[in-house]
């Protein structure tokens, strides 16, 4: 999901964290 995206980076790891809803 993240990858397909193509976002920078520290955006894709906000993605993941994000999701595992970590914050």
Do not use: S
């Not at 999901?1 to 914050?23: H, L, M, S």
């Amino acid at each position: 999901d993240f990858i397909q995206k193509g976002a920078q980076p520290t955006e894709t790891v906000y993605d993941i964290f994000k999701r595992a809803k970590v914050f």
